[in-house]
């Protein structure tokens, strides 16, 4: 059994800086790419970037510049480093993973339960 578990949300004031965390616990072979996706209310989920076991990252137009991911290969952690946070930005934010159980397997997508980030004005 797989998890991801978030942590790291929390009420912030615009222009202010959060660090997200991700670690991924189990019964894990391999983790190949890694992200963060976010959902506000009433719209869909999103991605916001993500990165692959090799360091290669994709991030949305809207957080290019403000947002950084990181991922400790030997922790099995991701990290999400959000600074001069909008507004906008509030949101359910989700970790999503591709992990190899072993080596016979293809990679299964994973999703953590989320973590809230309110950005207020």
């Known amino acids: 059994q797989v998890q991801l578990v978030e942590s790291g949300g929390g009420l912030v004031q615009a222009g202010g800086s959060l660090r997200l965390s991700c670690a991924a616990s189990?019964?894990?072979?391999?983790?190949?790419?890694m992200g963060w996706y976010r959902q506000a209310p009433g719209k869909q989920r999103e991605l916001v970037v993500a990165?692959?076991?090799?360091?290669?990252?994709n991030y949305a137009d809207s957080v290019k510049g403000r947002f950084t991911i990181s991922r400790d290969n030997a922790k099995n952690t991701v990290y999400l480093q959000m600074n001069s946070l909008k507004p906008e930005d509030t949101a359910v934010y989700y970790c999503?993973?591709?992990?190899?159980?072993?080596?016979?397997?293809?990679?299964?997508?994973?999703w953590g339960t989320g973590t809230l980030v309110t950005v207020s004005s």
């Open positions: 999503n993973a591709n992990i190899a159980l072993n080596r016979f397997l293809k990679d299964v997508n994973y």
């Open positions: 990165i692959t076991s090799g360091g290669s990252t």
């Open positions: 189990g019964s894990i072979f391999s983790i190949n790419a």
